[in-house]
């Protein structure tokens, strides 16, 4: 029988390789030249450091001082 940690071992195990795919298909995605947010080029050499930036460096610190930090599809 399973206790709390047990149960709490597998959600958290569960929750990681959720959000390792999700950033694997995102990363393997072909890169989108615009933000989406305001529709400007990413600079490439944003694209570079993160690949799997859907905004420019000025909308996302907007974003994380609004607290939206949830990726939007």
Known sequence: MADNADRAAV?????????LANRAQL??????????????EIPSARRQAAPWAT???????????RGKHVRQS
Do not use: F, K, V
């Open 27 to 40: 990363a393997t995605q072909a890169a989108n030249d615009d933000c989406i947010d305001c529709g400007d």
């Open 55 to 65: 905004t420019c460096i000025g909308c996302q610190s907007i974003r994380e001082m």
């Open 11 to 19: 959600t958290i195990q569960q929750s990681l390789e959720a959000t």
